[in-house]
């Protein structure tokens, strides 16, 4: 089985991503992860990667599927996070995947409510010495500026605000509605919204029973 997730900024698709991964053992297949990968090993196509990055420009569509290309062969199946994020992707990745006789079986729309993703966005507090991370609106520490485990003042990352969060949710919408698009023309698409976490669960699990 092999599924695609999309879904907005902070519209809870890594949580998502890691209970269908446990319970289909499917695997989380992002590529943004590969990338990170990539830039890791520090060789030469790390260097000229990161060039490209930093230019702000995108990485390849033909870079990318072949990322995409060495991780596929699992005989499980995959969920792909971040991928694909264009009509050509999703055109290579339909032929890539016919080629090894497989295929998507369904889109995962992840939605909720915009005020909801910026208040997780812009609610968010991290943790700077034990990594945990709270919300001020949703999972709030004691104190507000302190971390109930290990006491550490906690930070709100400079992405964390709402204009950075406004530009990349128009961003997401205007590049990901062509695929919404795109996949429910050919019936795949099934919207999913996020408000409980348990309750979109069960949505889900029972999408991916009738396959
Ligand atoms: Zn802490």
């Given at each position: 089985m092999n599924i695609i997730l999309l879904a907005p900024p902070a519209a809870g698709?890594?949580?998502?991503?890691?209970?269908?991964?446990?319970?289909?053992?499917?695997?989380?297949?992002?590529?943004?992860d590969l990338l990170r990968a990539v830039l890791n090993k520090g060789?030469?196509?790390s260097v000229r990667l990161k060039k490209i990055m930093d230019s702000g420009q995108l990485i390849d569509d033909d870079y990318i599927l072949s990322l995409v290309k060495e991780k596929l062969g699992n005989n499980k199946g995959y969920i792909f996070d971040g991928f694909p994020r264009t009509?050509?992707?999703a055109d290579a990745?339909?032929?890539l995947l016919t080629s090894i006789n497989d295929k998507i079986d369904k889109v995962i729309y992840i939605t909720v409510p915009k005020e909801v993703s910026l208040k997780r966005t812009i609610g968010r507090r991290v943790c700077p010495n034990c990594k945990k991370v709270y919300n001020i609106?949703?999972?709030?520490?004691?104190?507000?500026?302190i971390c109930d485990e290990c006491g550490s003042n906690l930070?709100?990352?400079n992405d964390d605000v709402e204009e950075v969060f406004n530009k990349r949710y128009d961003t997401y919408l205007k590049e990901t509605m062509p695929l919404i698009e795109y996949y429910k023309n050919k019936g795949l698409l099934e919207e999913v919204e996020n408000i409980d976490k348990e309750e979109t669960f069960a949505q889900i699990t029972k999408i991916l029973e009738e396959i």
């Open positions: 698709k890594g949580t998502m991503s890691e209970l269908i991964s446990k319970k289909y053992d499917l695997e989380p297949l992002s590529t943004g060789d030469e196509e009509i050509n992707q990745l339909d032929t609106y949703f999972n709030k520490p004691k104190n507000e500026k930070i709100k990352r």
